[in-house]
């Protein structure tokens, strides 16, 4: 699946590779509970901030209190802020495709099960929408996974959620949660790209 996740990555960064300049964007990505994904993002080169958040639905009702009654529309997700002249949005997706989450899973992620846990990419620009969806369809092409990837290409604003979900992982590094789903995810980082992890 490596290889094949490179390959994928390969093209898209031929076609629009990371820029020279120095500047910040950003990218919203949900892929299950937010406590992850910040954690994964969190130690990716390039990645000066993650904010996790929700997704998808209105201002109103991104409340955590609200989001989990399944009813609100939102996606749990992470605002990424990166340097894309040391990481392309490309290499942000390969990082999300590979180890952040498994994007088969259909409105769930291990043991968080709702839409509000679903796969989704919320493009904030018409460039990031045509990668996403180029990416993906590399990766179908080439059946990287066993299963039809579940991943939705979705727009929407992005809302903080509240601060005590804020770098949770790194907060609570001995929660049983963050030890059962989350620390996998970060070794399996380090281990699958070296070239991207930092401490």
Partial sequence: MKYLLTAALAALMAASPAAAA????????AGGCFWGMESVFEHVKGVTDVVSGFAGGDAKSATYDEVSTE????????????????????QLLQVYFAVAHDPTQVNRQGPDV?????????????????????FIARLKAAHVFRAPIATRIESGGFYPAEAYHQDFARKNPTHPYIL????????????????????
Wanted: hydrophobic share 35%; charged share 25%.
């Fill in 22 to 29: 120095p500047r910040t964007e950003t990218a919203v990505l």
């Fill in 71 to 90: 009813r609100t529309g939102h996606a749990e997700a992470v605002r990424i802020t990166y340097d894309p002249g040391k990481i392309s949005y490309a």
């Fill in 180 to 199: 059962i789903n989350d620390r996998p995810k970060v070794a399996a980082l380090k281990a699958k790209y070296p070239r991207l992890w930092k401490a």
């Fill in 114 to 134: 709702g839409p509000s846990y679903r796969s989704a990419i919320f493009p904030q620009n018409p460039g990031q929408a045509a990668q996403a969806r180029a």
